[in-house]
């Protein structure tokens, strides 16, 4: 079906194409409420900003910035705010939709939003980087807070940005809220296991899969593109249950050892150097060599778009297990469902980071903190269960895991709009 908007054009190929294939797929699943599926396809609220802050050397300078609703029947927009020099607004849609079917998986009371600024944040100095968000989250203080649609950190943000969001919204409404952004600095109410629980949420997906399929996680070979938060606390909790990490990838270059990368190396590379290129005991291979190792776990964990049919042609692997969120065209996922590679799609296999957000955000409401071990606990348990009622849906219609994962999700997500009815 084509795109409907008259406000963004669709390319093709593109995440929100991409987005929209998926949502075709799973119409002739959901039975009496396929007459609400139009609600998949159109953002509730789309919001495009101007950004003009003064640089260091007195300059005026402007940006883009978005902040996409997606969906808000069953609770307020949850999502991440990237800061990348190729954000757009299809992307941040397809993202914020992806949010809310990520949150409908898992089954947290939210809806899915997105936000982001056309920007490289490596070109801005911190105080210039301060100026922007705070710029930012003021343009968008209309339609954000604790009980609306409640930012989180994603590509190039972190912590400290979203003490500065916080911040920021907090002096406009002159209370401090911190309950209105997650990934929050421990010291602002952020959650102990928040930095970490997007990789640990893949490790969890990765261990039930491997029960269900009779796979050994000791001794499996792991290959991981991406080496920010989520591959590296994914590349650990794997290492630490006794499978070799034989490759792995980011924006410095891909290393390779058959034998296992040692993981402590790894991580004191990424330290040092900001990259995992000069890690010792390591082969440095072309780029495009990564897609040829051989493994029992792929893990895309940098942006979208990575799996391109090509490639899918050449992966040899047994799970692929998205730590990125739309790392897999549509296409490629044929490519590797007919080749026997089960894909898990990064609307369970990553939701471990919203989910944390999720107890971050009651934490937050009710000033009322839980132990790291608490979180985890907590983490597999809503992680495990979700799992589960994706993977029995999937056996039952005989259908792929990402179609399931969206059967699950848009049949929670409509019977939320059917019971809420349409206004007035």
Request: net charge neutral; with cysteine.
């Amino acid at each position: 079906m084509m795109n409907g908007l008259s406000y963004v054009a669709t390319t093709a190929g593109g995440p929100w194409a991409t987005y929209l294939e998926q949502v075709e797929r799973v119409v002739p699943y959901l039975g009496h409420l396929a007459r609400w599926a139009e609600t998949l396809r159109r953002p509730k609220r789309a919001l495009i900003v101007d950004i003009p802050i003064e640089m260091d050397d007195g300059s005026i300078r402007h940006f883009e910035g978005f902040r996409v609703q997606h969906n808000l029947s069953r609770g307020p927009g949850k999502g991440g705010v990237r800061f990348h020099p190729d954000v757009t607004l299809e992307e941040v849609m397809a993202l914020s939709a992806w949010m809310t079917v990520k949150n409908a998986a898992v089954n947290l009371p939210y809806g899915g939003a997105k936000g982001g600024i056309r920007v490289d944040p490596k070109t801005l100095s911190k105080k210039e980087l301060e100026k922007l968000t705070r710029r930012y989250t003021s343009e968008i203080g209309l339609i954000i807070g604790p009980d609306k649609d409640i930012p989180a950190p994603d590509v190039n943000t972190n912590a400290q940005i979203m003490a500065w969001m916080m911040d920021t919204y907090s002096m406009n409404v002159g209370a401090t809220a911190t309950g209105v952004v997650t990934g929050k600095p421990i010291e602002l109410g952020g959650s102990l296991g928040r930095l970490k629980s997007t990789g640990r949420g893949v490790f969890v997906i990765g261990r039930e899969v491997a029960r269900r399929i009779d796979l050994q996680i000791n001794g499996a070979r792991v290959a991981v593109q991406g080496f920010g938060n989520v591959g590296s606390a994914a590349a650990e909790l794997f290492a630490g249950n006794g499978a070799k990490i034989v490759a792995v990838q980011d924006h410095t270059g891909t290393i390779y050892n058959p034998n296992g990368l040692d993981i402590a190396e790894l991580m004191a590379t990424l330290r040092r150097d900001g990259g995992i290129a000069k890690c010792p005991g390591a082969e440095v291979i072309p780029n495009e060599q990564f897609w040829d190792v051989e493994t029992e776990f792929l893990i895309p964990a940098a942006l979208e778009g990575q799996i391109t049919p090509e490639r899918a042609k050449r992966i040899k692997t047994r799970v692929v297990l998205e730590g990125a969120n739309g790392p897999t065209v549509p296409e490629a996922d044929d490519i590797l469902t007919n080749k026997g590679v089960l894909v898990i799609p990064d609307v369970i296999a990553n939701a471990g980071g919203v989910t944390v957000s999720y107890f971050e955000w009651v934490q937050d409401i009710a000033s009322f903190f839980w132990s790291e071990d608490e979180i985890n606990m907590r983490l597999e348990r809503i992680m495990s269960e979700a799992f589960r009622k994706i993977w029995d849906t999937a056996q039952e219609h005989r259908i792929s895991i990402r179609t399931a994962a969206f059967v699950v999700a848009c049949t929670r997500i409509l019977q939320a709009r059917e019971e809420r009815g349409l206004y007035p």
